[in-house]
């Protein structure tokens, strides 16, 4: 994923804090595990960690006007060659063998901000411009490669991750009420989170100098007219998930990597990236699948099927290398882990179990080698696949729909919150910020005239799903891999929103349009497999040990989370072991109270609630 570090200051000399600059880009270090560069000037210093996966991952200096020009960019642009030809045309043609720093650079010199929606695919750019000594930003539409900042009394500090804002000796880790009911809730994924940060947002083009911001937003998710009939329908989504595919897969094969789960999601981009490399005569696509040791599979509300036995199908028909990696329940709990994870995503995850798994999954996957890993990411949200984009009651609910499912099992405020106290309720105040929140979620939506009350809310549904609940590649970033979802292809996302709802459940069964798009790579036993959720272990040593830390936890006198937790009703809930294996609310309310306890600490959070 590679990571950029920036400090532009309009007071100090940088030219001498190179020092900082190379401490400020190890914390992303994982991030961009082949190689660092440092440059440093009077006003700019600029720190990489490259990820290099087509060669030359380095930022990219020109001079022009008798000043640097010195770009950065994180993820894997698409569409470079038409930027490149588009470049020629201009009579400004780069090298072949030209990183992407340097053709972005061109590109900037010569349309300023105007190539960037020209780009697809994940990217992050920060350009520091000598000319004017201004830095100029600019983030992907569906906002795969982050890019935070936080303003300094004389400049900025920027970088891809929140932890590396946290190194910089002017910045602390303060959080107030609205920052940990962010990081609690959920509703959203969790954006800046600390007091005084921000995050230059999915599809936005930003410039920061003395004179301060100037920002504009370049693309939307428009309400349209489908006017296409079933089989033109299906057949244009095979034609953008092929030409996904072909923009996605690495110059060098042999750098990628696909999870398969035997899902949909999973296995179409396994069965589209594995054609596409027969087309080029480059070899078999090499698939990982995660399961548990010691673990006998149960059915239960999210899971109907085992994994395991239909990814090793999939890659079977596919002719695709299969691999099983298995792990132990108990390992999730590893203090190691625990802290792994939070550094990954700078934040305690929702439920916990689910994402540890897929956190030491990928781990394992990194240790193989590889730099890129495809996956299905976004097909729920894409195919209207999750149960909240089908459930009529969820989609009615008034509330965001995954809340609302929380609510239905009993966790009133949402998964994990059932610990806190009411002092702790009371400050965070969850039901009105979830009012607020969806209705100023909602009120970004376009509807059509002919639109009636349900179709409205089914549209609306859509809109969070794909507009705001995004995916986090934070884990796959902390293992030093780049990840893509050729799903997540905004061309797709563009025509998929707009396709009537009766016309997603093609067949009778959830993410039909995709399922018919890819029925002749695929065999018939995925094809009518119905969705299931990640995978959770069944071991009850996993219970045990969870019971034996929340114990240790709520006796520590110096524990942080204690003032925020009902102590009478934490100290109940860890006497009772059978509880805590058999009820998964009250489990996921012991795993989100250890992670703050772990972050809390491990980022020495200040509370101002």
Do not use: C
């Amino acid at each position: 994923m590679s990571g950029i570090v920036g400090w532009i200051d309009f007071s100090r000399d940088l030219s001498v804090a190179q020092p900082i600059l190379r401490s400020l880009a190890g914390t992303l270090a994982q991030r961009g595990p082949d190689g660092e560069t440092v440059w440093v000037s009077q006003r700019a210093a600029i720190g990489y960690r490259a990820l290099d996966t087509q060669g030359a991952a380095k930022p990219f200096v020109s001079v022009a006007g008798g000043e640097p020009v010195v770009t950065s960019v994180t993820g894997i642009p698409g569409n470079l060659a038409e930027l490149r030809a588009k470049l020629a045309a201009e009579g400004r043609a780069v090298d072949p063998a030209a990183s992407v720093a340097e053709v972005v650079n061109r590109a900037y010199l010569q349309w300023r901000g105007e190539f960037v929606p020209w780009l697809t695919g994940s990217f992050a750019i920060a350009i520091w411009d000598g000319r004017t000594e201004e830095v100029f930003f600019a983030r992907d539409r569906l906002g795969g490669s982050p890019l935070f900042y936080t303003q300094t009394p004389t400049g900025i500090v920027f970088a891809s991750e929140r932890k590396t804002l946290l190194a910089h000796p002017e910045v602390k880790a303060e959080l107030d009420a609205a920052g940990l009911r962010e990081v609690i809730s959920h509703a959203l994924m969790p954006g800046p989170l600390f007091v005084g940060f921000n995050a230059i947002q999915p599809s936005e083009i930003a410039r920061f100098s003395r004179q301060g911001w100037s920002r504009q937003t370049y693309w939307k998710l428009e309400t349209k007219p489908h006017t296409d009939d079933l089989d033109t329908t299906i057949a244009k989504i095979r034609s953008m998930l092929e030409d996904s595919v072909a923009q996605a897969l690495p110059t060098d094969p042999s750098v990628l990597f696909a999870t398969l789960s035997g899902g949909m999601d999973s296995s179409a981009v396994a069965g589209l990236a594995a054609a596409e490399l027969r087309k080029r005569d480059q070899g078999k696509l090499r698939t990982y699948t995660v399961d548990f040791v010691n673990s006998d599979f149960e059915s239960d509300v999210m899971r109907d099927t085992k994994d395991a036995p239909f990814a090793e199908i999939v890659a079977d028909h596919i002719d695709a290398d299969y691999n099983l990696i298995s792990i132990n329940a108990t390992d999730l709990l590893d203090p190691v882990v625990r802290q792994g994870m939070l550094r990954a995503k700078d934040y305690p995850t929702r439920i916990y179990d689910m994402e540890a798994s897929q956190h030491l999954f990928i781990q394992h996957l990194a240790a193989k080698g590889g730099k890129v890993v495809f996956g299905g990411g976004a097909g729920d949200q894409i195919f209207r696949g999750a149960r909240w984009s089908n459930d009529k009651g969820l989609i009615a609910s008034g509330t965001f729909p995954w809340i609302a499912m929380a609510q239905r099992f009993g966790a009133t405020n949402g998964f994990g919150t059932g610990l806190l106290n009411q002092d702790t309720l009371a400050t965070l105040d969850f039901p009105t910020y979830y009012a607020d929140l969806y209705a100023d979620s909602i009120a970004q939506v376009e509807y059509l005239p002919e639109e009636n009350d349900w179709d409205r809310q089914v549209r609306r549904v859509a809109y969070l799903v794909l507009m705001l609940f995004r995916l986090d590649a934070g884990v796959f970033s902390s293992a030093g891999l780049h990840s893509s979802s050729p799903l997540n292809y905004f061309p797709l996302i563009e025509y998929a929103y707009n396709i009537p709802n009766e016309m997603h459940a093609h067949g009778g069964i959830e993410k039909g349009l995709l399922r018919a798009a890819v029925a002749d790579l695929l065999p018939e036993q995925v094809l009518q497999r119905k969705q299931s959720a990640t995978p959770v272990s069944k071991d009850p040593n996993y219970a045990a040990r969870l019971q034996q830390e929340f114990k240790a936890t709520l006796a520590d006198p110096h524990s942080r989370v204690h003032s925020l937790i009902d102590m009478d009703k934490a100290n109940e809930l860890a006497s009772n072991g059978a509880r805590m294996a058999e009820d998964r609310l009250a489990r996921a309310d012991v795993e989100l109270t250890l992670q703050l306890d772990t972050w809390l600490d491990l980022y020495k959070v200040r509370l101002t609630l």
